[in-house]
């Protein structure tokens, strides 16, 4: 049962075009979502998040949106560079009993920014 | 402020033979996270230990994996025995709260061969 999905295994954007990178879900317990970046051989580093009581949250070049109702959140990357280019995971995240949570990874999608 | 250590980087053992990898998480954090990520899939979480007691070992396959936190700091992993399957890099992060504040380590790619 994948909770997190990301359809999209790979993309491919121009320079200073813009990268969007989109992500459902399924369980309506989530209440916080991220995005992290992985280079390879490295560990994912945290890129962004947004909270489930809203709708937007920008730092940068780089913006999530988030829809409730269709369960969708994107990212979005303005203007796009070659250093941007790695592995973007979306994850969810929801309390459990005793203050505990879990984080709930997407498969990953593959941006490639070409000079 | 040192990041999450992870050893070995690398290591390619036999089937059914056992390894061990070991994490040191950031200094104070409380919450402390093992992750396989298997080539093309996404991070799997695998134990997730509040000091050192258990949170959720839930997809941990018990009759191989074992994962213990002594004082509340450093972890190991250990496999035994190893699978095929088993192939991925295990990734280990800690946080101070929440997970959504959780930072990885780099990994030890695993090669069952």
């Known amino acids: 049962d994948q909770q997190v999905k990301q359809n999209s295994p790979s993309l491919s954007v121009q320079e200073g075009r813009i990268s969007i990178l989109n992500c459902d879900y399924t369980?309506?317990?989530?209440?916080?979502f991220l995005w992290y970046k992985k280079y390879p051989a490295e560990g994912p580093t945290f890129l962004i998040s947004?909270?489930?009581?809203?709708d937007k949250n920008e730092d940068g070049r780089f913006t999530v949106f988030l829809n409730k109702s269709a369960k969708h959140l994107s990212l979005h990357i303005v203007p796009s560079q070659p250093g941007d280019s790695a592995v973007y995971f979306c994850?969810?995240?929801?309390?459990?009993?005793?203050?505990?949570?879990?984080?709930?990874f997407g498969k990953g999608t593959k941006l490639t920014v070409n000079p | 402020e040192a990041g999450v250590a992870q050893s070995p980087r690398y290591k390619i053992i036999e089937k059914r033979q056992s390894v061990a990898f070991w994490c040191n998480p950031i200094?104070?954090?409380?919450?402390l996270y093992w992750y396989q990520q298997i080539l093309g899939q996404g991070p799997k979480l695998l134990i997730q230990?509040?000091?050192?007691?258990?949170?959720?070992d839930s997809q941990l396959p018990k009759d191989r994996f074992s994962a213990e936190r002594l004082k509340g700091v450093d972890s190991t992993l250990k496999i035994q025995p190893a699978k095929l399957e088993d192939s991925a890099v295990y990734l280990c992060?800690?946080?101070?709260?929440?997970?959504?504040?959780?930072?990885f380590g780099q990994g030890t790619r695993l090669t069952v061969v």
């Open positions: 947004i909270s489930s009581i809203k």
């Open positions: 200094s104070g954090h409380a919450t």
């Open positions: 369980n309506s317990m989530f209440d916080y």
């Open positions: 992060a800690s946080s101070l709260d929440r997970a959504v504040r959780a930072f």
């Open positions: 994850a969810a995240s929801a309390r459990r009993g005793g203050g505990s949570e879990k984080l709930v």
């Open positions: 230990f509040q000091n050192n007691g258990v949170v959720d």
